[in-house]
């Protein structure tokens, strides 16, 4: 933990409490010693001259040697005094640096260890710090930033220099806006910045800190994951639509050929009313045609089966997921067993699953919490299978809304679709997997998912 920042004194580094301490006692020392000095010559002075008249020319002598003596002991305490000083505030300043040097180490290691970029830079414009986020998101190196002008790292119109001209000459500020940026690779990417005032030890402003994040990736699955939403949201209209056309459809249809027959019985069928008769009849072919058009589109289409890592699935999905878990301050843990056995499935839709459900625990703990992620294997009925569980330790759920939670467009929240977990549903059962939801008010959600495993392997269970 940082320090408080100190008040600026003249002299705040010399420790005046302990020295002052320190000379009282020898203070009282000395004078401790003087007096006794100064009795015992007055003892033997007396038995010198008991029954005796005293010689006047001693008392000269004894006034000379008492004199000596208490210059002795001022010239000894001065030089105590000085040596014991030295040698405390020798200490307290080697105290005091080694302390200042932990407290650079703890800073330079926080620095190093944040996920997010972090660049700082002076009034003057020159960059006095980056950490190896900002190297990545940059994709430059420490040794071409620190040290240099901004102006001359950052051409004119790109945006980290914009970003900074703001900040430093206009004071205007950025918090959390997600610019275009071109790095050196030549590859297009998305980062998220904000800007604020870098204040020193005086309160004064010394500079703008600079923090950078790439959420090009978790744009693009945001971006996957709205489309499927929408997708998912045609999908079951579509079937909706189609469904309860087709019975009317099929009654239509139905009696038309009824009263087709009827007609030809009674020999009342005439030309015209024939051709009406043929025009319904084709328009209903055409209406059922359309249906089922309808419904192979609302149809999910078959998944890609192949191998798929679990344990590198989740890793990517939660390293995607990881800017939105720290600015909800949720901790992510992860527990993935060793030597996981691949499930049989399509990644892309395994992977919609996994963000829909991360997504709503999020959504479980607006004021923070923990998200526990588990990949286990489990044997059922002799069959190796994959069991994935997420834990949240947010608001829970109502007995009776856990009931309808996977019902299309049923949803909890004010601006949700209520498709993310039909969607998952059925993903999971076209994957001949089950997914199940436990949960209690006040104490969290649980939803565990299961597939089948494409081999079997067990082995120990690390955590992580």
Not at 15 to 34: C, G, K, M
Not at 74 to 102: C, D, K, M, N, Q
Request: glycine fraction near 8%; charge should be neutral; proline fraction near 5%.
């Amino acid at each position: 933990m940082f320090r408080p920042v100190p008040e600026t004194t003249l002299f705040r580094g010399i420790p005046f409490r302990l020295i002052a301490s320190v000379l009282i006692i020898l203070t009282l020392a000395v004078s401790v010693i003087l007096l006794v000095s100064l009795e015992h010559e007055k003892l033997l002075l007396r038995g010198l001259t008991e029954g005796k008249s005293v010689p006047t020319e001693l008392f000269p002598a004894l006034w000379q040697s008492r004199r000596d003596l208490i210059a002795v002991t001022v010239l000894l305490f001065l030089v105590s005094a000085i040596g014991i000083a030295a040698v405390i505030t020798f200490l307290h300043y080697h105290s005091t640096r080694r302390t200042l040097e932990e407290v650079k180490g703890l800073a330079r290691n926080i620095l190093q260890s944040i996920p997010t970029g972090v660049l700082t830079v002076n009034r003057d414009g020159v960059i006095t710090a980056v950490n190896p986020t900002a190297e990545a998101v940059l994709k430059r190196s420490s040794s071409g930033l620190l040290g240099n002008s901004y102006a001359s790292v950052f051409t004119e119109g790109e945006t980290i220099r914009t970003v900074l001209d703001g900040a430093l000459r206009n004071h205007r500020y950025v918090s959390q806006q997600d610019l275009p940026y071109e790095r050196g690779d030549g590859l297009a990417r998305t980062i998220r910045v904000s800007t604020a005032e870098l204040t020193g030890d005086d309160g004064r402003p010394a500079g703008v800190i600079l923090q950078a994040q790439d959420v090009t990736e978790w744009l693009a699955l945001e971006r996957r994951v709205r489309v499927a939403e929408k997708l998912a949201a045609l999908h079951t209209l579509s079937a909706g639509m189609a469904h309860e056309l087709r019975n009317p459809l099929s009654a239509m249809d139905l009696n038309l050929h009824l009263l087709e027959e009827e007609l030809k019985d009674k020999a009342a069928l005439g030309p015209q009313a024939a051709h009406y008769l043929h025009v319904l009849n084709a328009e209903c072919r055409r209406l059922s045609a359309i249906l089922d058009n309808f419904m192979k589109f609302a149809r999910p289409g078959a998944p890609s089966l192949r191998e798929v890592d679990v344990r590198t699935l989740i890793a990517h999905i939660l390293m995607l997921m990881q800017f939105e878990a720290e600015e909800r301050k949720i901790r992510v843990e992860r527990v993935i067993e060793e030597g996981l056995p691949p499930v049989l499935g399509d990644e892309t839709q395994i992977s919609q699953v996994l963000v829909n459900v991360v997504i709503n625990a999020f959504h479980a703990m607006p004021e923070g919490g923990v998200c526990r992620v588990s990949a286990l294997r489990r044997e059922v009925d002799g069959k190796p299978w994959v069991e994935i569980s997420i834990r949240d330790t947010g608001v829970g759920i109502k007995k009776e809304e856990l009931a309808r939670l996977f019902e299309p467009f049923y949803t909890t929240k004010p601006t949700g679709s209520g498709l993310g977990l039909a969607i998952a549903y059925r993903i999971v059962q076209d994957h001949a997997g089950t997914i199940e939801v436990a949960s209690e008010p006040g104490n969290g959600a649980t939803v565990v998912m299961k597939f089948p495993a494409a081999v079997g392997r067990p082995e120990a269970v690390t955590a992580e």
